[in-house]
């Protein structure tokens, strides 16, 4: 058994003046949300063996908030093909995994990360499912259990959404955030 975890990025910062989008950091409620899913996380129990992050600069605020909730680090593998990835070079990613690792968590950016959840989730799979396609908001998990024992066997349609987290199911105040 499997178990892919996708966290999208904190909110960022489009007020902040940067050259390049890769460089966008968090604003203020986005640290709050990463750090309030970190000790979700914690709360939770989930363990994670093997962590592949975007480095883009908002990916990386977030693993530090989302790390201070969870009060451990997670030392991702800062991998260039998740910024803004298609959710085919995700699923590349995913594929790559060390089967050695049973709990795979991907960190990075929409729309990537809800396409890959609706690939992998067959339709009509309730009601975790109709929320990820409604949207998938900033700071959200999404995670999928796979019969298999081998990354590469994860194909479309294989999982099954186990749980899917936005920041205001666990802080109301966090939410709608209107992204």
Do not use: Q
């Not at 904190?10 to 390049?20: C, N």
């Amino acid at each position: 058994m499997k178990t892919l975890t996708l966290l999208r990025h904190a909110k960022s910062g489009w007020d902040d003046p940067v050259a390049r989008d890769f460089d966008r950091p968090l604003n203020t409620r986005g640290r709050r949300a990463a750090a309030t899913m970190g000790r979700h996380v914690r709360e939770l129990g989930l363990a994670f063996d093997a962590v592949v992050a975007s480095p883009a600069i908002r990916v990386d605020e977030t693993v530090v908030e989302f790390e201070r909730g969870l009060g451990r680090a997670l030392t991702p593998v800062w991998d260039r093909r998740l910024y803004l990835a298609a959710p085919t070079t995700l699923l590349d990613v995913v594929h790559e995994c060390d089967a050695a690792s049973d709990a795979l968590l991907l960190i990075g950016h929409n729309p990537g990360l809800e396409e890959l959840t609706l690939l992998l989730v067959p339709g009509g799979d309730g009601v975790l499912r109709a929320a990820a396609e409604e949207k998938y908001p900033t700071a959200t998990l999404a995670e999928m259990t796979f019969d298999t024992d081998d990354w590469a066997a994860v194909t479309a349609g294989s999982g099954r959404l186990t749980r899917f987290i936005r920041p205001r199911d666990v802080d109301p105040s966090l939410g709608p955030d209107g992204d």
